[in-house]
């Protein structure tokens, strides 16, 4: 199995592109995620309700890992009532929620108030793309755990094209991680208020960009650029810590964060 562990972001994120198709098959060979594919092929026609489908675990959890959302996996009776949400509704619970996911959720699996199931159930195309989905975000998943910043890029490939406005970012924790770090922000900057880091942003971008291949390629290899600094700090303060507990002496090596910081983003784009 080919593993971005210890890879820069940049470095990573060129090794899934090249191989992505390998990446894949590794996913669906994995035993639990071959049960749960096999399982929601077999099984996904044949659920006409949101209560058979959440009882049916293997292709619940399927679901809930192709949206993102394994850690709720076992908040069956909140994602019962996100499927079933009016999303022409604001006052629904889906439109109270502010993640993208549950959105996707409740927009592709496609219930009725009633809970209902569409027709999308028995539609090879439909399952397809799910499978695809689950594929893309399993690899997401497995990334993140081997190599965090590689699936924070992979997260923002996948999800770059539904942000259509600052606000919509920063409502994302994903996306608001990655431009933080893209941007060069302090982590102090987390604290400011929503239109004050809404404020930062713009001011480095302006929202219509994101949607330019080229410019979402130029933001990758500056948020890799970042990251790789944060990394080196944080692999030089260990060092420090673990010399410093010793008896022997060491050299110090500092970064200037604030200089790196002190660049815009448009300085690079």
Known sequence: MISTSGLSPLAGISLVRENREVFEADIQRDPTSKREIEAFRERISGIQTVDELAEDYQVFSFVMKAFGLEEETYAKAKMKQIMTSDPDDKGSLVKRLSDAKYDSLNEEMGFSADGIAGDNFSDPDWIDSMVERYTDQRLIDTQSEENEHVGLALTFEQKISGMTSWYKVLADEEM???????????????NASIDARKAMFEKRMPIEDLQKPEVQEKLIRQFSAFADVIKSQETQNAAVTLLSSGSGSFNQVTIDIDMIQGFSASRYL
Request: charged share 15%; hydrophobic share 55%; net charge negative.
């Open 176 to 190: 608001n991680d990655f431009f933080m770090t893209a941007f060069g922000l302090p982590d102090t900057a987390a």
